[in-house]
DNA sequence: TCTCAGGTACTGGTCTTACCACTTGACCAC
DNA sequence: GTGGTCAAGTGGTAAGACCAGTACCTGAGA
């Protein structure tokens, strides 16, 4: 019996994502003004503060620009907007937006090895621990979900070896956006996570203090998924723009 | 007779910046609770509404946790907080707070080169053409603080090139928090900006869609200032934990 | 005819008050 | 122990009023 929490939907909560589609969908262009706060909490059939909040909360996403005594005014969001807003990007109405997700697998290649270096430099006996504890885990994890799961403890203790908050703050921004697709990256991801192998090597470089060889150990782990996902797109979208 | 606007403070952006003065720096240490939305009202002297954008927006920065009928509680931002919080990470009561400042530099040295890479293999005419605009504008920039923001410009192209979502939003995000400092960088970055060769073998390398000389022409251009601040780190604090 | 001071209507900013919905914990009956 | 009930406290939402700043129009003066 899979029982699952009610969802509860808080009325600011639901503008803010209604505005917020209209935003990145294009709905409401660069430069448009929105209409007024009363006017909005009319047509929405919502309170004026929950308007407000909403606005506050686009506003300080960098999506829109609200003025005292003026109109509020749609920014560009892709010249504005901060990495936080990725989950909203790659999850759109329920569905993967396959271009942000080879995006994001693509940075991931980048930047991962880079992470990896710069934890065998820095990774103390208590960071290598934890990473040989993170493989046990995930050699323990029986399906494919869990490892996934797994695999990104793996990777948080890699980052907390890094010992760079840039790193750490970057690693929960693409968390955060890559969980919720778990499920539907199982296919794709299946291959990465069931090399124990490579998570093994990659542990014992950056234990080792090896920078170069954990640099190649990361990209070797993550490229296959990389190419697999890049290709994909590629027979999905022949005409990119 | 120097006048400068009057700092035109909103009651709710006060309430944040007090609260999240006090996550960041350990006055509510995770796990705590805060007092309830009236209470904090009377005792800032608000109104609850000005408190409640406030509680919202420290939430969407998921520095706190907050639930129905329960107290709100302070969340640990080092695991859970986005790229975004990193300008408030940076410059702290005024002041830069050097440790981020050198992660931030770390940083930038792992991913650019990646970023000039992949600009190399996507750049179209449009790109270089921009490229080469932006390395115009940095040959006639007189000042260090005006070569810094036509620097910014021209990584700006560069990142345009690449084409990739995740780099764009990335970008947004660090520039975010480097803006603000960008006068008290300018010793340890003007070497860098003076460098116009070095912007221009990195434009060229490209536009001609060379890729491993686009790396390496980044990684140059990037490593002295990276190299600088570290050793400048490095004195300041020799016990670093 | 042009210019600009002033008024006016509209916008966001803030507060007050009230009530609803939910969680917690204590108490009580079974 | 178990489950039900209730009260108190918390966050969620709404309505209305007023303050503060902006945009725009209007009319008097040049």
Redesign the interface.
Known sequence: MALKPVA?RLV?EDVFDQLLGEVVDGGLAAGDSLPSERRLAEVLGVSR?AV??AL??LS???LIDVRHGGSTTVRDF?????????PR?LVRDGELDP??GR??L??RQ??AP??A??AAVSAGPAAARALRGAVTQLEQATDSEARQHAALGFWDAVVDAAD???????F???R?AYEPAIAALGPVMGAEVDNLDGYRALADAVAAGEATAAHAAADELLRPATEALGSLMALLEPGKP
């Open positions: 509860r600011p503060p407000r909040e506050q909360r300080q996403a960098k892709r010249t504005s907007a901060g990495l936080d807003l990725l990007l271009r942000v995006s994001i693509q940075a980048s930047i880079a992470v270096a710069q760079s908050i840039v790193f750490r703050l970057l929960n921004s693409l955060l």
